[in-house]
């Protein structure tokens, strides 16, 4: 299964929205995602017992979608020139290798004037650290909050820059897959 991460818990959050737009673009080439949303997945536990020896079973189970999946494309807007912390948290929990190493991973930013830029160039640093296999065609989403309406992104040329991206990254995980060098596929 590849997996569209929304990398924030804030109610309404336009990371979100955009992971739909994600996915429906993603269904038009014929590939089913699942929407992995921050909002989703309640972190009372974890914070309350961080880094504890067995995770909550809510966390366990998302980090273990994760840990199988084939691909997954990150949604994450800027927070104060960075990635939601929230978002850091969870990663902190995520197991090594096995989420990180040669694990396709795509990026869509979001945010003002630079659309989310500086979160993504350090998530890129992150999971660069940690071996995946980065797909280096970003989006950025400027001015978020103008470019939504009802749910949509009317701006065509920011739609097939989206569509640009999906398309790529499943022919990027797909040669990975083929050559049996992805995390989903390497013995
Ligand atoms: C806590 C917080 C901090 C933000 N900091 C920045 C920022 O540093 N730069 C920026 O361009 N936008 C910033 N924004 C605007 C967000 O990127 C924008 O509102 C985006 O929609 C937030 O994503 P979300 O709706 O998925 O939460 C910030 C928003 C929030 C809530």
New binding site residues.
């Given amino acids: 299964m590849k997996y569209i991460i929304?990398a924030?818990n804030?109610p309404?959050?336009?990371?979100?929205i955009?992971a739909g737009i994600l996915q429906k673009i993603y269904k038009n080439f014929n590939c089913s995602t699942e929407i992995i949303s921050l909002r989703d997945v309640s972190f009372q536990k974890l914070i309350d017992n961080p880094y504890p020896q067995t995770l909550p079973e809510n966390v366990r189970q998302v980090i273990l979608k994760l840990n199988t999946s084939s691909a997954f494309t990150i949604v994450c807007?800027?927070?104060?020139?960075?990635f939601?912390g929230i978002f850091k948290f969870f990663i902190d929990h995520w197991t090594y290798p096995e989420t990180f190493e040669y694990r396709p991973i795509a990026f869509v930013g979001?945010?003002?004037?630079?659309?989310?830029l500086?979160p993504i160039e350090q998530l890129q640093q992150v999971m660069g650290y940690r071996n995946a296999f980065i797909y280096p065609e970003r989006v950025f989403l400027q001015n978020?909050?103008n470019l939504l309406s009802d749910g949509e992104i009317i701006d065509q040329e920011i739609m097939s820059l989206l569509n640009q991206q999906a398309e790529g990254f499943l022919k990027f995980i797909e040669a990975l897959e083929e050559k049996k060098l992805s995390a989903s596929t390497r013995n």
């Fill in positions: 929304s924030t804030r309404e959050s336009n990371s979100r955009v807007p800027e927070y104060n020139g960075s939601p979001l945010g003002g004037r630079f659309g989310g500086r978020i909050d």
